[in-house]
């Protein structure tokens, strides 16, 4: 059974900052690109990062520069580097993984797995 599990979520300042992983169990996802998503109340799922299997990195506008996504294929993991952390970054956040190697978009609908999500507040 595939699962992925977040983890690492929880309450921050302004400014502060949060690691979040993502354990891949089930199979390996060392050559599939895996993606973090987040979601706040009342909005639709929105694309933060994503990393391709061959390690290149994007990331949304509003995170960029603040952010930083990656794995580590040995452990079957993948991270989410959070730093000057705002109250808009408040969202309960999803790790992906899609089907091939490459970039799988922004687009949720792209992704095959998904994580339970683990939930950041960030209060002002």
């Known amino acids: 059974q595939v699962q992925l599990v977040e983890s690492g979520g929880g309450l921050v300042q302004a400014g502060g900052s949060l690691r979040l992983s993502c354990a891949a169990s089930?199979?390996?996802?060392?050559?599939?690109?895996m993606g973090w998503f987040r979601q706040a109340p009342g909005k639709e799922r929105e694309f933060v990062a994503a990393?391709?299997?061959?390690?290149?990195?994007y990331y949304a506008d509003s995170v960029k520069g603040r952010f930083t996504i990656s794995r580590d294929n040995a452990k079957n993991t993948a991270y989410l580097q959070m730093n000057s952390l705002k109250p808009e970054d408040t969202a309960v956040y999803y790790c992906a993984a899609g089907a091939t190697t490459y970039y799988s978009g922004s687009n949720p609908g792209a992704y095959d797995y998904w994580g339970q999500g683990t939930q950041v507040t960030v209060s002002s």
């Open positions: 089930g199979r390996t996802f060392s050559r599939n690109a």
């Open positions: 990393i391709s299997g061959g390690g290149s990195t």
